[in-house]
C-alpha cells in the first residue's frame, strides 16, 4: 500500500520501503486550505575527522576536527543527477582563515561558477544542490 486516507479525507498518509530498509512515513493533515506535516524529518548525518569524497548515501556531513584545513569532494553532479542536496557543517566551531573546510567539485564541474567553496567562519554550513552538470549553494 503505497498511501492511505483516514478522517473523512482530511488526512494523507505516503509509505515507501525499498527492500531490506525501514519504511519512510510522511503524514499530512489538511485542515481547511492549511496542511500540516506531523513527523519531523530525519536525514542521514556522518561525522568526518579528515579529508572526505561524499558518496550518494551521505546527506549532512559534519565536519568533527578542524586542526588542519579539511579537504571535502563532492561526487560527480552528473553522476548524482539532478536534485542531490549535501549539506556540509563546521561542528566543531574553529573554522578560521588557516583552519578550514575547503569544499570542491570535480574536475569541469562548479560550486556557483566557482572551482571550490571555503567555510571559514566558526560553525558555518553550507547545503548545495546539484542540476545535473554543478553544484548550486541553497
Do not use: C
Not at 503524514?27 to 558518496?55: C, I, P, W
Not at 556531513?61 to 553532479?77: E, H, N, Y
Request: proline share 3%; aromatic share 8%.
Amino acid at each position: 500500500e503505497n498511501y492511505s486516507t483516514s478522517g473523512k479525507g482530511t488526512a494523507l498518509e505516503f509509505k515507501a520501503a525499498p527492500a531490506g530498509e525501514t519504511a519512510l512515513r510522511i503524514a499530512f493533515e489538511v485542515r481547511g486550505h492549511e496542511v500540516r506535516m506531523n513527523r519531523g524529518q530525519k536525514v542521514k548525518m556522518a561525522s568526518q575527522s579528515s579529508d572526505y569524497t561524499l558518496v550518494e548515501e551521505d546527506y549532512v556531513v559534519a565536519i568533527s576536527d578542524l586542526t588542519a584545513v579539511r579537504t571535502i569532494t563532492l561526487p560527480s553532479a552528473s553522476a548524482m543527477g539532478s536534485g542531490k542536496v549535501y549539506v556540509i557543517k563546521d561542528i566543531t566551531g574553529a573554522a578560521s582563515s588557516s583552519n578550514y573546510i575547503h569544499i570542491v567539485p570535480q574536475s569541469g564541474e562548479t560550486i556557483d561558477g566557482a572551482s571550490e567553496f571555503d567555510l571559514q567562519i566558526p560553525y558555518e554550513s553550507i547545503m548545495v544542490i546539484s542540476d545535473g552538470s554543478n553544484w548550486f549553494v541553497l
